[in-house]
Nanobody
Framework: QLQASGGGLVQAGGSLRLSCAASGSTFSRNVMGWYRQGPGKQRELVARITRDGITDYANSVKGRFTISRDNAKNTVYLQMNSLKPEDTAVYYC????????????WGQGTVVTVSS
């Protein structure tokens, strides 16, 4: 249902762009987002975006990460700049349509490693 890509190894200060394409019955009205789970940590929200483009970011990534979506392609993106070692995590894309009578979906995760 959700296919994420774009993770990898990057040096601190570098950039990566994650993509997640949704297919199947993910509902046209939904909130698309990215979560992450670092080593020994709980999964946390990174950023999310409504179909109308309203965004919400974790304080730790504000000013460095930008979330966007292409509704025609059912794809959500996460541009990550000025990466820090503490951004190292498995990043999961999420589609949440529960507010609109649908379901919630998770991608398989993509690994981002930031070296110091």
């Amino acid at each position: 249902q959700l296919q994420a890509s774009g993770g990898g190894l990057v040096q601190a200060g570098g950039s990566l762009r994650l993509s997640c394409a949704a297919s199947g019955s993910t509902f046209s009205r939904n909130v698309m987002g990215w979560y992450r789970q670092g080593p020994g940590k709980q999964r946390e929200l990174v950023a999310r975006i409504t179909r109308d483009g309203i965004t919400d970011y974790a304080n730790s990534v504000k000013g460095r990460f930008t979330i966007s979506r292409d509704n025609a392609k059912n794809t959500v993106y996460l541009q990550m700049n000025s990466l820090k070692p503490e951004d190292t995590a498995v990043y999961y894309c999420n589609v949440d349509a529960r507010w609109y009578g649908g379901s919630e979906y998770w991608g398989q995760g993509t690994v981002v490693t930031v070296s110091s």
